[in-house]
């Protein structure tokens, strides 16, 4: 057996890439956008679960061919931080405890027969393949659990063909198929995982709606304050109209002009003119 010294370890270079430009379709690199971004926003409050997608894992130090690279994995009891490639020894041995691997014509068979068996080695509590085409998985999300260190199939919970889900211990999540699109849904709250731009997009509309639902509010107001204003203007016309006409009846009876004269004069009832005097009294 070769023993590497600590300076030949270090002397090795893990790449963060295999010198390959990424060729993922648009399904795929979308599915794995999505999962990446919806985990982390699910949990960026935890500062001890790091997530990543398509990055290489290396799980045998001085070894560089022992490499596996998840489409999306989550990694709990390690500090959340942007890292080139994620090394299992030097995160405490810690392993990803949850990956998904979304599935396809060039990596199916890899997906089923060898990484299931990299995956358990390694301790990876669950492990679930996603195929959005529906041409290689039927259903066309499966997962499994370790259990005695061996998989187990997780429960399907199969509505259709492609609307079903199954509920992650890990994570504490459900993944969802929803006509062949796969979400993450939190069951304490009922919602499905946003993406950042999605939850982005709902805040914006949410206070796009506050907004106008405020604006709503204050026309009301104004409306209320138009009414009460044009009252106000129409009883000072009044006491204005009486106060004048107040003052002509003083004038007349002033001039030796007698009740009935005055309420002749001015198409008034007697009462009408008594009781416009009383108020200049």
Known sequence: ???LTSIEQEEIEYPSSDGEPMAESDITRDYMTYGVEALKLHFHKRWDVYVSANSFVYYEEGNKSAVVAPD????????????????IWKEAGIAPQFVLEITSETTQDVDQES????YRSL?????????????????????VRLVNNRYEQIPIN????????LYSEVLALELHIISGELRFRNPQTGEFLK????????????????LAEQQGRLAEQQGRLAEQQGR????????????????????????????????????L?????????????
């Open 1 to 3: 057996m070769t023993v």
């Open 72 to 87: 999306i994995y989550v990694v709990f009891g390690v500090k959340k931080r942007q890292r080139d490639n994620y090394k």
């Open 115 to 118: 990484k299931p068996e990299t």
């Open 123 to 143: 301790g990876v509590k669950e492990y679930f393949q996603y195929d959005p085409s529906g041409d290689y998985l039927n259903p066309i999300l499966q997962g």
């Open 158 to 165: 199969n509505i259709a063909f492609d609307t079903l889900w």
């Open 195 to 210: 993406t950042y731009q999605q939850s982005e997009e709902g805040r914006l509309a949410e206070q796009s709606a506050r």
């Open 232 to 267: 106000l203007a129409e009883q000072q016309g009044r006491l204005a109209a009486e106060s004048a006409l107040r003052s002509l009846i003083s004038q007349l009876l002033n001039s030796g002009m007698n009740l009935e004269q005055v309420a002749q004069m001015m198409n």
């Open 269 to 281: 009832s007697t009462s009408e003119v008594e009781r416009l005097v009383g108020g200049n009294e």
